[in-house]
């Protein structure tokens, strides 16, 4: 069984996602303060870990790589590596561009999802490094087929799915997405463009939230005025 996924985020109060474009607290409370709400809200899902896109894990992760070669072929299965009691950091990583350098993604096991045309010798390097591995298709987008794997073979039963934009857009489209938790951050972007909490690569006749509907689940103020919203997101007609 797939896991149940909550898509975690924190914005602006028009939506937008890139923190260092925000206006600052109003009475110059230090934004590590508002930014502390993240993490504290999303212990209270009991997760097993937490979900990101390539860009996005890579910007908390990435190390350059240092050139690992495979000795041999290696077999596009699944490889279960030591996870030593510790949460998961799912890379929804398709081509296999993220170097980890080891078995850290914020002291938690990390578990990349790829598409079956990732070298060898970057399975050898995940190997190497402790990294857990899963395929998700052939293109390494098979959504679906990712949580499924991540059930039944890391038995998984609850992931939070903290972004970006992008990989966020897939799973609502893919009607992944069975709870949604926002932290209103009292700022301001204000530019046009900028990355919102849903970014679907689409068509413009496209609409990737149809069918699905919010029921209110909860609204909280926190402390310096941060507003969290949660919502589950349930089926509808049309
Ligand atoms: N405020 C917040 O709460 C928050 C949270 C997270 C991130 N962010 C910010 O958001 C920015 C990055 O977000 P982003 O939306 O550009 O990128 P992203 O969602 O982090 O990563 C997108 C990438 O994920 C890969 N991917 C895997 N499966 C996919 C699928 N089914 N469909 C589409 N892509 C898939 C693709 O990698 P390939 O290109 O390799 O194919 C794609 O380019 C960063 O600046 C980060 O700081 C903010």
């Known amino acids: 069984m797939r896991p149940k996924i909550i898509c975690h985020m924190i ?5 937008r ?22 993490d504290a809200v999303a212990e209270r899902f009991g997760a097993d870990g937490w979900m990101a896109g390539r860009k996005s894990m890579e910007e908390y992760t990435g190390v350059p790589g240092r050139g690992t070669q495979a000795a041999g072929p290696i077999p596009r299965d699944i490889h279960v590596a030591e996870r030593k009691g510790r949460a998961v950091g799912v890379a929804l990583d398709p081509h296999g561009k993220i170097h980890y350098g080891g078995d850290n993604a914020h002291g938690d096991h990390v578990i990349a999802i790829l598409g079956e045309d990732v070298s060898d010798d970057y399975l050898a390097e995940l190997r190497e490094d402790g990294v857990s591995y899963v395929f998700a298709g052939a293109d390494g987008r098979d959504l679906p087929l990712a949580l499924e794997r991540l059930g039944q073979y890391f038995g998984l039963q609850t992931l939070i799915l ?20 926002v ?10 463009g900028v990355p919102s909490i ?17 029921r209110h689940l909860a609204t909280e103020t926190l402390a310096g005025g941060v507003v ?8 509808v007609e049309g």
């Open 11 to 15: 914005a602006s109060i028009d939506g």
């Open 17 to 38: 996602l890139l923190t260092d474009r925000w206006t600052p607290p109003v009475d110059g409370t230090d934004d590590a303060q508002l930014f502390a709400h993240y």
């Open 162 to 181: 903290q972004g970006g934009g992008v990989v966020n857009g897939a799973f609502l489209q893919a009607g992944l997405i069975d709870e949604i938790s």
């Open 183 to 192: 932290l209103v951050y009292p700022g301001i972007d204000g530019l046009a």
């Open 198 to 214: 849903f970014e679907y690569l689409g068509e413009s006749h496209e609409k990737p939230a149809s069918g699905k509907a919010l």
């Open 228 to 235: 969290w919203l949660h919502y589950r997101v349930e089926r």
